[in-house]
């Protein structure tokens, strides 16, 4: 089966696609795109997703605009391939997600449906919440697939939020996963202080020096004390967050990039603590495999290495998944499970009380 993969996360930078192929669990690569969202666009998500007031018909237009975007860039990539693709799976934009409650993904699948004359799959959260799970993480699943023959494993993704797959051995029932809180959604707010959309290669951080007692009043929210399953998003660690940390640097006499530099080393701190504490009893991981936008940060990368020693580190780029595209390979993943009617998200990563094929079929 080919199939394609697209997702755009908590960052909303734009749409990262992916198409494999896949026979059984043995998958290759075969090429991957990245689709900036247009300026106006991406202003229209950040307001829905910061919370503010909007009527009903707003999110119906983003919902057809959302969609438009996606198959436009499903529609540039289709041509580039061997073969017509079997399947498309698309994320959307998340602009809320309760855990255990109710999850919102914008992004008309219907619209990528007809353009392409392929099957389209989107939604995947709400089945895992209507069986009484986080609706988060669902990555881990394709991670199993992935990686699960290099148990013990952990894997890292560094998007928006950083995320946390625990693969003690080769058995799905085993794996665990979590959101250990932010990582480049912080970065990106306060780097969007001065007009940039992000503090590119981690620069910023590297000039700034780490301020101790804001590092500690934002360690002592009481997320990162939260035991799993758990996720967590803007709602927890946008825009007031960032506002916040960056206020606190800059009344103990820090820089902007001293708050970077904090922001950076609160990512790697917690996710080494949450290595920590979730490591099963026995357990010596082999190594943290990382992806995602932020394992393009030299800056990030060096404080992660620092606060996982002696655990080795490296990029999935070593394992031919490009780091960018790990959650695009994921989704793609899940909706060729999906299409075959079977499980497709981890019990055990999300809390709900049984496994469940999720994802809304949308025909041609």
Known sequence: ???????????????????????????????????????????????????????????????????????????????????????????????????????????????????????????????????????APLVPF???????????????????????????????????????????????????????????????????????????WAFANEYFAKRPPKSTGREDFGQAFADELERRVTRNGGTRDDALATAIALTARTVADALKRETPAGVTWRELIVAGGGAQNPTLLKALRAAVAPLAVRTSDELGIPVTSREAVAFAILGAYRVRGKPNILPGATGASRSVSGGAIHQP
């Open 1 to 135: 089966m080919i199939a394609v993969g697209m997702m755009s996360g908590t960052s909303v930078d734009g749409i990262d696609i992916a198409a494999i192929d896949i026979d059984g669990d043995d998958i290759k690569v075969l090429s991957t795109a990245h689709r900036d969202y247009d300026d106006e666009l991406r202003k229209r998500i950040l307001k829905a997703a910061s919370g503010e007031a909007l009527g009903a018909a707003d999110f119906a237009a983003m919902h057809v605009a959302i969609g438009d975007a996606y198959a436009d860039t499903v529609v540039d990539l289709i041509p580039t391939l061997a073969k017509h693709p079997d399947v498309i799976a698309m994320h959307g934009q998340t602009v809320a997600h309760l855990p255990k409650r109710a999850t919102l993904q914008l992004g008309d699948a219907s619209r990528v449906a007809l353009r392409t004359g392929v099957p389209t799959i989107a939604d995947f959260r709400s089945a895992n919440i209507a069986a009484g799970g986080e609706g």
């Open 142 to 216: 394709a991670d199993f697939v992935l990686f699960g023959k290099h148990a013990p494993v952990a894997l890292l993704n560094l998007g928006g939020i950083a995320n946390l797959t625990l693969i003690p051995k080769a058995d799905a029932d085993s794996v665990r996963a979590f959101d250990t809180g932010p990582a480049n959604i912080l970065s990106d707010l306060i780097a969007q202080r001065e007009g940039k959309r992000y503090d590119e290669s981690g620069a910023g951080a590297a000039r700034g020096r780490v301020d101790e007692r804001a590092l500690g």
